[in-house]
Structures are given as structure tokens and as C-alpha cells.
């Protein structure tokens, strides 16, 4: 499928320059995920994930995670990349957000460096911001990645992309 991708502006990365298959590399962004005025990771390493008409997926370490808004949740994922996801519900002040977050317990060796770090995804929370920039949840649902004015799209997820 031939898809247009976005105009490039100066600073930005092009989604469609990323490979695929995904990689990981190591992150040089200040992450944070902050819900009713309670932060729940901050970090300025880990990993980013990136894929072929993706916007990043960002991985915290484990030290970089407040674990006491986390518990498990019986939801499951495969990964043609990563392997199997085990999703977490995040907990802030009453309220509970179901599958908020992923982690890859025993990720294919291609992915070993994220092993037990968490993704979340950008949807359910009030803040999730990169270099102190908020974040748009990619489109669809489904993805995690995060969108900043720093990557072009389009970004899989839109109506119509779901085959690209």
C-alpha cells in the first residue's frame, strides 16, 4: 500500500522513516504521566519503540514507576515483535483505569531490554507529556504511541489504515 506520508517540518521525524520491523532504542526524552495531580512515572530513560506508521511507544523502567497506582489485569496481547503483553488498571484517587498500561514479562530477545518496564498508554490519563509537551494519544484505540509535534504522520489508527 502506497501511503503519503506527512510534509516534514525542521525537528521533526517522519513515522514513515521508521523501520519495520520495530525496534527499541533507548530514550533521551523527559517522560512523565501525571492523573488528578498525582504522578505516577517520570523518567528520563527507558526505551521508545518505534514502527513503520507509528508515533512512539514510550517504556518506563521499573525504578521510574510509582508501582502503588499499578495492579494487574487479566488482559493479554501477542505482539508479532515483542511477544506477549500483560496489561496493568491504574488506580488514582478512586479512580480506576482498566488496562492503562502494558508490560512485556518475557519479550522475544530483540525486545530483552524492556523486560518488566511499563508502556502506558496516553488515553485514560489527564497528562502525559514529552519534554514537558502533552501528548495526543495515537488514533484508534488499539496503539499506544504517543503523538507530539515532533513526529509526522499520518499515524496508523485513523480510519482506513487498519491494513497498512
Known amino acids: 500500500m502506497n501511503i503519503p506520508p ?26 512523565q504521566i501525571i492523573h488528578k495531580g498525582v504522578e505516577i512515572a517520570n523518567t528520563r530513560a527507558g526505551y521508545r519503540t518505534l514502527e513503520t506508521s507509528h508515533p512512539p511507544t514510550y ?26 503483553a500483560s496489561y496493568l488498571d491504574a488506580t488514582i484517587d478512586g479512580d480506576c483505569l482498566q488496562a492503562a498500561a502494558l508490560t512485556y514479562r518475557e519479550p522475544t530477545d530483540s525486545f530483552a531490554m524492556i523486560r518488566n518496564h511499563v508502556a502506558f498508554y496516553p488515553e485514560p490519563f ?4 514529552v519534554d514537558g509537551e502533552t501528548v495526543t494519544p495515537q488514533p484508534g484505540g488499539f496503539y499506544g504511541g504517543w503523538v507530539t509535534s515532533h513526529v509526522a504522520g499520518p499515524f496508523k489508527g485513523i480510519p482506513g489504515s487498519r491494513f497498512w
Request: proline letters at 12%; aromatic letters at 10%; a negative charge.
Open 126 to 129: 489527564d497528562q502525559c507529556l
Open 59 to 84: 517504556y518506563f523502567p521499573p525504578e521510574d514507576v510509582t508501582w502503588t497506582h499499578l495492579s494487574g489485569n487479566l488482559r493479554r496481547s501477542l505482539c508479532e515483535w515483542k511477544g506477549q
Open 6 to 31: 506527512d510534509p516534514v517540518s525542521p525537528g521533526q521525524e517522519s513515522v514513515w522513516d521508521y523501520p519495520r520491523p520495530a525496534i527499541a532504542e533507548p530514550n533521551t526524552h523527559h517522560l
